[in-house]
């Protein structure tokens, strides 16, 4: 039997490809999300919010603030890990080989930092919809 060996590209790629497959559902939930608050807008705007939905409104912007909070403290730890991995990927490999392991880098990090932004946007929408709610 002979022993073959899968190139660590293709780990690297397909690494790369299932992190943007997940970004692509992130945002394919954020849009869903976003049309629930503009629709949560649209009620308070007439003035038809139910206590159902002043009490959905208060408890994700404690969620949607607690993950705000959770995912800058994710970004403040992975930075200097981020660093790190990319100082070793340039450190022991080739530039050309590096190049492409700091795809699956740089994904990640677009990945963390969108989740980010995403808490932080619904966090702050939410928070403009309970300012005036009772």
Do not use: C, W
């Not at 629930?36 to 409104?57: A, H, N, P």
């Not at 990945?111 to 980010?116: E, M």
């Amino acid at each position: 039997m002979s022993d073959t060996q899968l190139p660590l590209e293709l780990v690297s790629n397909f690494l790369s490809i299932v992190l943007l497959v997940i970004l692509l559902l992130k945002y394919y939930q954020y849009k869903k999300k976003m049309a629930v608050i503009k629709g949560l807008d649209d009620l308070k705007e007439r003035k038809k919010l139910t206590s159902e939905d002043k009490d959905f409104i208060k408890s994700n912007f404690k969620d949607y603030s607690m993950a705000t909070g959770r995912d800058e403290q994710r970004l403040k730890l992975f930075y200097p890990v981020i660093i790190l991995v990319v100082g070793v990927i340039l450190a022991f490999l080739p530039l050309k080989e590096a190049l492409i392991h700091l795809n699956v880098v740089v994904v990640a990090y677009i990945f963390l930092y969108v989740s980010k932004i995403h808490s932080r946007n619904f966090a702050t929408l939410l928070h403009r919809l309970a300012k005036d709610i009772d």
